[in-house]
């Protein structure tokens, strides 16, 4: 069956450093994926999302890059804030299938 | 603040009980889902509705779940016979009917089944 996953379940970063998170996805048939960030407490976010024709796609310090040839997409965080501490999942449109998320730390 | 509520947020049961959430989905969206969430691990797919039509269900959703949607506005979700397993967060999320699929979620309801 169709699955999502990211490789690492935690990811530690300085705070002002570039963050890149990665996800596998197995389903080739799928054509759009979304990007959430879940702070503790909260509901997932919307962060950005990107169509199975484009490979890049850029947002406010953010831009997620996919690569249809091996099924992988990655978040890359600019910057990063103490603000981005979160769990970060990707997800495949349109039921949602998340996979575990990546939890992102940011060190002082 | 127009977002998508859900109520209550938390939820503290014993086992054998019903229980009930809401969903308030954003106004003009005519989509909206239903997800459980436990610890570690992403939000699962439970049910969606398009407007009052309930139109897709998980094998997840055990036949102790219902979920309603009657005027195609707020929706619910109900367990009957809480089992301790139930315990997760229960997210909602709402999205147009066109365009982009992008949901919207809301802080989610937190059941405890004790």
């Known amino acids: 069956g169709e699955s999502v996953g990211l490789h690492l379940p935690t990811l530690s ?6 963050s890149i998170i990665n996800c596998a996805y197995s389903n080739s048939a799928s054509d759009y ?14 962060i950005i999302d990107i169509r199975s024709n ?4 850029q947002g406010q310090r953010v831009t997620v890059l996919l690569n249809k040839t ?12 103490p603000g981005d501490s ?21 060190q002082p | 603040d127009t977002g998508v509520s859900q109520d209550p947020r938390h939820k503290i049961t014993k086992r054998g009980q019903n229980v009930t959430f809401r969903c308030d989905p954003i106004s003009e ?14 939000p699962e797919f439970l049910t969606y509705f398009q407007n009052e039509a309930q139109l897709e269900k998980s094998r997840l959703l055990s036949d102790r779940f219902s979920a309603e949607r009657p005027k195609g506005s707020f929706s619910t979700l109900e367990i009957q016979r809480t089992e301790q397993g139930d315990s997760a967060m229960y997210l909602c999320a709402s999205s147009r009917l066109a365009g982009k699929n ?10 405890s089944v004790l």
Not at chain 1, 33 to 46: H, L, N, T
Not at chain 2, 29 to 34: C, D, I, Q
Request: proline share 1%; glycine share 12%; charged share 20%.
């Open chain 1, 13 to 18: 970063v300085q705070e002002g450093d570039n």
């Open chain 1, 33 to 46: 994926f979304i990007w959430y960030k879940q702070e503790s407490g909260k509901g997932p976010q919307f």
């Open chain 1, 54 to 57: 484009m490979d890049k796609r």
């Open chain 1, 70 to 81: 091996v099924k992988h997409l990655s978040l890359q965080i600019a910057a990063t804030q």
């Open chain 1, 86 to 106: 979160a769990v970060y999942f990707c997800a495949e449109n349109f039921r949602l299938t998340f996979g575990k998320g990546t939890h992102l730390i940011i």
């Open chain 2, 29 to 42: 969206h005519n989509r909206l889902y239903w997800y459980r969430q436990t610890l570690g691990q992403g």
């Open chain 2, 102 to 111: 992008i949901q919207y979620f809301g802080a989610g309801t937190r059941l």
